[in-house]
């Protein structure tokens, strides 16, 4: 089992920056890959971002690419989704998400574990 836990979530104006991070516990050693995900009021949750976690290779969303920039300190078992240039539409609850159960994340899209979320507010 994996936990799974983000933070760095608030409310900030348009055009402003916050970085998020997610802290893994438990079985993290069969992680594959780890990424962020969102979902707004009213809409299916979307991929935003994913990092390939022995090698770092990246890989975004292109409503975010440019803006965002995921990272990871395997020390730490954390990884980290810095978020620049913020506008209204990014406004959602956050989510990060493993695959360290089977190791499908970036070949099939599939996840086997996902944190409780962490709002993200952008005001215009």
């Known amino acids: 089992q994996v936990r799974l836990v983000e933070s760095g979530g608030g409310l900030v104006e348009d055009g402003g920056s916050l970085m998020l991070s997610c802290a893994a516990s438990?079985?993290?050693?069969?992680?594959?890959?780890m990424g962020w995900f969102r979902q707004a009021p009213g809409k299916e949750r979307e991929f935003v971002a994913s990092?390939?976690?022995?090698?770092?290779?990246?890989t975004y969303a292109d409503s975010v690419r440019g803006r965002f920039t995921i990272s990871r300190e395997k020390g730490k078992n954390t990884v980290y989704l810095q978020m620049n240039s913020l506008k209204p539409e990014d406004t959602a609850t956050y989510f990060c998400?493993?695959?360290?159960?089977?190791?499908?994340?970036?070949?099939?899209?599939?996840?086997?574990?996902w944190g409780q979320g962490t709002q993200v507010s952008v005001s215009s």
């Open positions: 998400a493993s695959d360290a159960l089977r190791g499908w994340g970036f070949l099939k899209g599939v996840w086997d574990y």
């Open positions: 438990g079985r993290t050693s069969g992680t594959h890959t």
């Open positions: 990092i390939r976690w022995q090698h770092g290779s990246t």
